[in-house]
């Protein structure tokens, strides 16, 4: 009757009056019966106009609540207003008013029997609106009350005040009733709506369980034979259900490994659970289904009937297959090299790991060799990717030939290969292996029709002599390894003590760069470049020098290399760039300086920006400042260095090529760039001194390209005059070294260009 503390008032109304209108015919019929047999109670009493008008008020009445009653026909799927709760209960309150009506007015005309008869036929309606509309108390209650009242009130008009009393009770009697039938009904509805929902949910959830194309039911009885086959369990079988009805389960998915006796362990389990009656979960099993292998996963509880008797199993299962492969894949590509197929730096790792583990026990020694293979860098960039992979497909397969079941070979990334001597206590193994690595490396490859040269260095640690952890062992190798490489490559070192003060030294190195500019420690030198007719200075080239308040004077040979490898190249050759041209600006403005650029600094996006930063500040003219680069730079990315130097000769700078001849390709970069300024090494020009053929004939060919490509030459290395002139006759148009000035300070450079002047 009242709106609920807990849930939902709409939701509970539209259960209790979603039935409402199945009762319509029944108040239709009942009520007009009812007011036909009170018609004629009071014919002749009462006149007949008046009856016909009572009697089709009562029906309309009645037909009205059926009207309202329809409405809700539907109603438990959706939400109930308050308007059709107070819609309902008005319509009601209308219909009995016609019988109030009857009860006070038509008493007084008529006759005791009269009264009594009209108030049995109203007490049956009351008791009848109970039993039919009991789901909506509210109804009810209105009718039974509005009728009841007026009854007794007719008996008290009548002086009958005992019967009043009797009318009273029965009404309450029968609101009462009516109000405890609702409660018991809307109790049931609520239960009955839970059902309902949680069935839907079952349902949901097992048809989109057996709509999954890898998942199903499975059920065996107590002999393990299949039994209520769903057609989703029929499918992962790869047969019809009636065909598979009956056969016995463990059987059946062994495959032909069950006639050979080789049943996997994982189906003999499932068998020992099935067998002992236990409950399982995700157990992995691996079945055959004709000439296929494959993975499910398994889960089942065993059944029993209403008498706790065993009566088989039920459970679901899953196709796991795709997923054990990608698992097996992952773990496969988390220890192996996708490239080589050999095992990668975590599997090395692991088998160094063991190898110490078995020195440790048996008191031996182990090795371990780090492999770098030389000019594979150069085949990569000039050849691409593609090249360089299958080189080292090859070259791990000559690894793989030299290796024995002692020594286990693999890739730690890139171009580095490193092997595990499990048993190195013979100290020429190691040796010996290096030196075999070295050879098989060294030998041609023959890759898409190109015959390519590389090499091999090896640096290599004995444990656990030079290191009692797999980090130690493996870092001293790498130290060793860097030692090779800096003897040329090609050979073989192990690790000593002393190896770890040049790393130091390195790294306190390093450690002072990174702090040299900050400091003041770095400064330029500048080297004349004439005019080889005139011999009047046209050009200095800016060169780095580094006096380090911690280790002195540091060749640019030693920390360039350095600046490098750790990208400080970047911060310190902007500085240079900047010094450079703020130096330039303090000579006559028909003298240029040149800057060197490494690849480092020519990849980087907004080098043309740091130029033209370092052009804005000084007021140094574009056109007196040359960059210098090497053929190196195109090694890495020749796009990008191509795109940066365009951008470069765009903002009105030359661009000079140094070291020509001594790389891989300079006539496809004199192709495809408009060098200022080619630089002949100075290898070349100590060969023309020497009277080499061959260097005479490069010299030759160079000058010749440049004049009918318009660009000038520069020899280096120039150290006496009579190299001055073989340079000169053989038509270089600029030269430099040592017999026309070594690197000086800025000023020097400034007294240089004037005392140059005033000479002239």
């Known amino acids: 009757m009242r709106d609920p503390g807990e849930g939902d008032w709409a939701r509970l109304r539209a259960l209790q009056y979603s039935e409402l209108y199945k009762a319509s015919r029944i108040r239709l019929a009942a009520h007009g019966i009812a007011a036909i047999m009170v018609v004629s109670l009071y014919v002749g009493t009462l006149p007949a106009w008046l009856l016909a008008i009572w009697l089709v008020v009562v029906v309309a009445g009645v037909a009205n609540v059926g009207r309202v ?41 008529g006759d005791e029997a009269q009264h009594f008869g009209l108030w049995t036929l109203a007490a049956m309606l009351v008791a009848g609106s109970a039993a039919t509309s009991s789901s909506a108390p509210v109804a009810t209650v209105v009718f039974d009350l509005v009728v009841g009242v007026a009854g007794a009130a007719s008996f008290v008009i009548s002086g009958d005040y005992l019967f009043a009393v009797s009318s009273l009770a029965f009404i309450v009697v029968i609101v009462a009733g009516a109000l405890n039938s609702a409660r018991t009904y809307l109790s049931a509805r609520i239960a009955e709506a839970g059902v309902a929902e949680k069935d839907e949910v079952v349902s949901l959830l097992l048809r989109e369980f057996e709509e999954k194309e890898s998942d199903w039911l499975w059920q065996v009885d107590n002999n393990r034979a299949l039994r209520s086959v769903s057609p989703r369990f029929a499918y992962a079988l790869g047969r019809e259900p009636a065909d598979v009805e009956g056969a016995r389960f463990i059987r059946l998915i062994a495959g ?37 292998r494959r993975w499910w996963e398994l889960s089942g509880t065993p059944m029993r009937d209403a008498s706790g008797n065993y009566i088989g199993f039920r459970g679901v299962g899953s196709d796991v297959t795709e997923q054990r492969d990608r698992d097996e894949k992952i773990a496969y590509l988390a220890r192996y090299d996708t490239l080589t197929g050999l095992p990668n730096r975590l599997m090395l790792t692991e088998a160094l790991g063991e190898a110490m583990r078995f020195s440790e026990q048996w008191r031996t020694r182990c090795a371990f060799l780090m492999i770098d293979l030389d000019r594979f860098k150069q085949v990569n960039d000039s050849l691409g990717h593609l090249v360089g992979d299958r080189l080292l497909t090859k070259v791990a397969q000559r690894l793989n030939e030299v290796c024995t079941d002692n020594e286990q070979c693999g890739r730690l990334g890139g171009d580095e290969f490193a092997v ?16 075999t690595v070295i050879e098989h490396l060294s030998q041609p490859y023959l890759v898409d029709n190109h015959t390519l040269f590389i090499g091999a260095s090896v640096g290599s640690a004995i444990g656990p002599r030079d290191g009692q952890s797999v980090e130690t062992l493996m870092r001293n190798a790498d130290l060793a390894l860097y030692r090779s ?42 080297q004349p470049v004439v005019n080889a007719k005139t011999e009047g200075v046209v050009s200095f080239e800016a060169l780095l ?69 370092a052009l804005a500040e000084t007021g140094l003219p574009a056109h007196r400042l040359e960059v210098e680069v090497t053929e190196s730079v195109f090694l890495r990315d020749g796009k990008t ?15 000079a090529l140094d070291d020509f001849g001594t790389g891989y390709s300079s006539l496809g970069y004199l192709r495809n760039l408009r060098f200022s300024t080619i630089k002949v090494d100075r290898s070349f020009v100590q060969g023309a001194v020497e009277d080499s053929p061959e260097s005479l004939a490069i010299i030759r060919a160079v000058v010749a390209m440049a004049q009918s490509l318009d660009m000038s030459t520069t020899a280096e290395g120039v150290e006496t005059a009579e190299q001055a002139d073989l340079i000169r006759n053989l038509g270089c148009t600029k030269i430099q070294g040592y017999y026309f000035g070594r690197p000086m300070s800025a000023t020097e450079a400034h007294s240089l260009v004037v005392k140059r002047r005033v000479a002239a």
């Open 69 to 109: 009653d329809r409405t809700f026909i539907g109603v438990a799927k959706r939400s109930m207003t308050i308007e059709e709760f107070r819609r309902q209960a008005a319509a009601v309150a209308i219909c009995a008013v016609p019988w109030v009506l009857a009860l006070l007015f038509f008493v007084p005309s």
């Open 256 to 292: 032909h490994t069950f006639e050979s006796g080789e049943v996997p362990r994982s189906l003999h389990d499932l068998a020992e659970r099935l067998k002992r009656r236990e409950s399982f979960s995700n157990l992995l099993v691996q079945v055959h289904l004709g000439e296929q």
């Open 420 to 435: 595990v001597i499990r048993d190195a206590t013979d100290h020429t193994r190691v040796d010996l292996i290096a030196e």
């Open 485 to 526: 490489k800096d003897d040329g490559g090609g050979v073989h070192h192990t690790y000593v003590p002393s190896l770890h003060a040049d790393a130091e030294e390195r790294r306190s190195l390093e450690f002072s760069l990174r702090n040299a500019i900050t400091e003041g420690e770095m400064s330029l030198n500048f």
């Open 545 to 613: 020098r580094w006096n380090s308040k911690e280790h002195g004077f540091v060749s640019p040979t030693k920390f360039i290399p350095l600046a490098e490898d750790t990208r400080l190249i970047i911060p310190i050759g902007k500085w240079v760039l900047h010094e450079a041209c703020r130096q330039a600006t303090r000579w006559p403005e028909d003298i240029k300086v040149a800057v060197n650029v490494s690849g480092e600094q020519l990849l980087e996006p907004n080098f043309p920006a740091t130029i033209v930063t």
């Open 641 to 655: 260095a191509h795109s940066t130097l365009e951008e470069i000769l765009a903002l009105g700078c030359s661009v």
